[in-house]
């Protein structure tokens, strides 16, 4: 354990959550790998600490929660725009389309690649 009072663990944690929240909210996903390293072995020197009162943490588990819901949310982004571009990789290759009768019949695409813009 770090020679740090819990005071100071607790102020440092505070401050590499606000760097998170505005990492998170800038949409600077490369910055998150740092301030979880450093987070976790924050989080670990806390949890070291024998004497630490429940209220002194309060702030920073607002915080905490806080940024898992932005979190979650940029996780959901990704996952939408990862869903989009596989959905635009198989139109690439092709369409597939159904007739009256339900048999499914696919159209190859040929030709330039290049994706229209409508208002």
Known sequence: MTNLNPQTLIDDLDSILDQERQA????DLTKLGG???RKESLISDLNAVTDL???ALSQVQDKVSRNQVLL???MEGIRA???RMAELRRV???LDVYDQSGRKTRFNTRGS???E???
Not at 24 to 27: A, C, I, M, N, Y
């Open 53 to 55: 009162e429940r209220e």
């Open 113 to 115: 690649m290049s994706l």
């Open 24 to 27: 998170l909210v800038k949409g």
């Open 117 to 119: 813009k409508r208002a």
């Open 35 to 37: 301030l979880m390293t």
């Open 72 to 74: 979650d949310s940029a």
């Open 81 to 83: 725009v990862s869903a």
């Open 92 to 94: 690439r290759k092709g």
